[in-house]
């Protein structure tokens, strides 16, 4: 099985500590990666991740103001709502959540791979094949 991305969706905020993105999914086992890009004079962390489906995100990576989340869904998502808190007011910022199928559950991410720009971070459910995420 190849990793394909299943649904993706993106919103952009303005002087807002919190806000929501929406995802609906169609398949049963995946990986939604949550990437936050933050645009501020001061750091700004991300206090929590959470929705309305109750999965369970995990911080995989940190960095000048960007962080990406993951959790894993077993199950397909119906309008799943995913909120974000900051740590404080920033000037913009922009999340997009991807939901992804295919990724091996048991070791989902090439932790070796560098996600700078162009993320190679989600190991697939086969062996060798090369899989390329922009995460922007």
């Keep these: 099985m190849s990793i394909?991305?299943?649904s993706s969706?993106?919103?952009y905020y303005q002087n807002e500590s919190s806000?929501?993105?929406n995802i609906s999914t169609n398949k049963n086992n995946q990986i939604i990666l949550l990437t936050i890009?933050?645009?501020?004079n001061i750091p700004i962390n991300v206090l929590s991740v959470t929705d309305k489906a109750g999965l369970t995100f995990n911080k995989k990576e940190s960095s000048n103001n960007r962080e990406i989340w993951w959790a894993l869904s077993l199950k397909p998502l119906k309008e799943d709502v995913i909120?974000?808190?900051l740590s404080s007011n920033p000037i913009n910022w922009f999340m997009n959540a991807i939901a992804v199928s295919g990724a091996n559950l048991d070791s989902p991410f090439n932790d070796s791979a560098d996600s700078s720009n162009v993320a190679n971070i989600l190991n697939p459910s086969v062996t060798n094949p090369t899989v390329t995420l922009i995460l922007y």
């Excluded at 890009?37 to 501020?40: F, P, Q, V, Y």
């Design 4 to 6: 394909v991305i299943d």
């Design 9 to 11: 969706s993106a919103i």
């Design 19 to 21: 806000g929501t993105v």
């Design 37 to 40: 890009n933050i645009t501020s």
């Design 83 to 85: 909120k974000v808190k």
